[in-house]
Nanobody, 122 residues
Framework: QVQLVESGGGLVQAGGSLRLSCAAS????????MGWFRRAPGKEREFVAA????????AYAESISGRFTLSRDNAKSTVYLQMNSLKPDDTAVYYC???????????????WGQGTQVTVSS
């Protein structure tokens, strides 16, 4: 059974940083593209970032480009989202997802975590 477990969310002041982790099990992690999406209150789920199997190719949403960095450790079956210069608009539930192609299209991802809450206070 595939499991994606996010951690690292919490409450932070604007301008602060958080690092989210997503630990995967039950799949050949190094074969999967890993992505992050988020859903803010009252809004649609939106793409944040994705990384290919080797970590050599990444894609970022414009809204977070330059502030967030995605990386992965295939030996630990874990992907990390380093979030710096956080803004109140970044407040959302953040979801980890696994798929086969780098895309911002959420239905293309096969597996999803339960999400972790990130709250940025002003």
């Amino acid at each position: 059974q595939v499991q994606l477990v996010e951690s690292g969310g919490g409450l932070v002041q604007a301008g602060g940083s958080l690092r989210l982790s997503c630990a995967a099990s039950g799949l050949t992690f190094s074969s999967y593209v890993m992505g992050w999406f988020r859903r803010a209150p009252g809004k649609e789920r939106e793409f944040v970032a994705a990384i290919n199997w080797s970590g050599g190719n990444t894609a970022y949403a414009e809204s977070i480009s330059g502030r967030f960095t995605l990386s992965r450790d295939n030996a630990k079956s874990t992907v990390y989202l380093q979030m710096n210069s956080l803004k109140p608009d970044d407040t959302a539930v953040y979801y980890c997802a696994g798929g086969k192609v780098i895309t911002s299209h959420s239905p293309a991802y096969d597996y999803w975590g339960q999400g972790t809450q990130v709250t940025v206070s002003s």
